[in-house]
T-cell receptor, first 114, second 111 residues
Framework: DAGVTQSPTHLIKTRGQQVTLRCSPK?????VSWYQQALGQGPQFIFQ???????QRGNFPDRFSGHQFPNYSSELNVNALLLGDSALYLC?????????????FGNGTRLTVT | GQSLEQPSEVTAVEGAIVQINCTYQ??????LSWYQQHDGGAPTFLSY????GLEETGRFSSFLSRSDSYGYLLLQELQMKDSASYFC????????????FGKGTTLSVSS
């Protein structure tokens, strides 16, 4: 049973560029959430997708956008990259009907903006 | 808003017992969760308290007291592999299924 998979594992971009990160949820999960984790900090909620729509959003600017596909996989897009966007980006999947079922995280994409 | 406070670092030796505290300020939440994250790895779920009291899962236990706005994770019979970061997290009532995480506690276990 494959868990949450994310690609790429590492990425280096320059300021002003755009980036797309990808996530495949755990089998049987229909909800994907994205988190940003700066060094030495806890994960911060970016947004959540369910039924191909953004359902909730954290305190992140519009430069952060996403998409969910019919197979439940998801993309996170960040435009006009800033140095402060350097972080580990984590994807987490869950089942919305699972109530308080735990999140299953992928290993993340380490983004470095220079 | 919500905030969770945890100690930044805890050290212990193999075989010992360690308690990681989490105090929070939140208007209301469904429950308190604990996640473990090894360096460079994915956070993994450890425990969840929906109600006040103690939840036990093997060597790990978690406690919640809503009246004291306080919870803790108890790790017994520590092993070297328990060296990791531990995060408490809440699911606020108004935030659907989004989790709000603390900054994490780095546990170092020595022999």
């Amino acid at each position: 049973d494959a868990g949450v998979t994310q690609s790429p594992t590492h990425l280096i971009k320059t300021r002003g560029q755009q980036v797309t990160l990808r996530c495949s949820p755990k089998s049987g999960h229909d909800t994907v959430s994205w988190y940003q984790q700066a060094l030495g900090q806890g994960p911060q909620f970016i947004f959540q997708y369910y039924e191909e729509e953004e359902r909730q959003r954290g305190n992140f600017p519009d430069r952060f956008s996403g998409h969910q596909f019919p197979n439940y996989s998801s993309e996170l897009n960040v435009n006009a990259l800033l140095l402060g966007d350097s972080a580990l980006y984590l994807c987490a999947s869950s089942s919305l009907t699972g109530g308080n079922s735990p999140l299953h995280f992928g290993n993340g994409t380490r983004l470095t903006v220079t | 808003g919500q905030s969770l406070e945890q100690p930044s670092e805890v050290t212990a030796v193999e075989g010992a017992i360690v308690q990681i505290n989490c105090t929070y300020q939140t208007s209301g939440f469904y429950g308190l969760s604990w996640y473990q994250q090894h360096d460079g790895g994915a956070p993994t779920f450890l425990s969840y308290n929906a109600l006040d009291g103690l939840e036990e899962t093997g060597r790990f236990s978690s406690f919640l007291s809503r009246s004291d706005s306080y919870g803790y994770l108890l790790l017994q019979e520590l092993q070297m592999k328990d060296s990791a970061s531990y995060f408490c997290a809440v699911r606020p009532l108004e935030a659907g299924t989004a989790l709000i995480f603390g900054k994490g506690t780095t546990l170092s276990v020595s022999s």
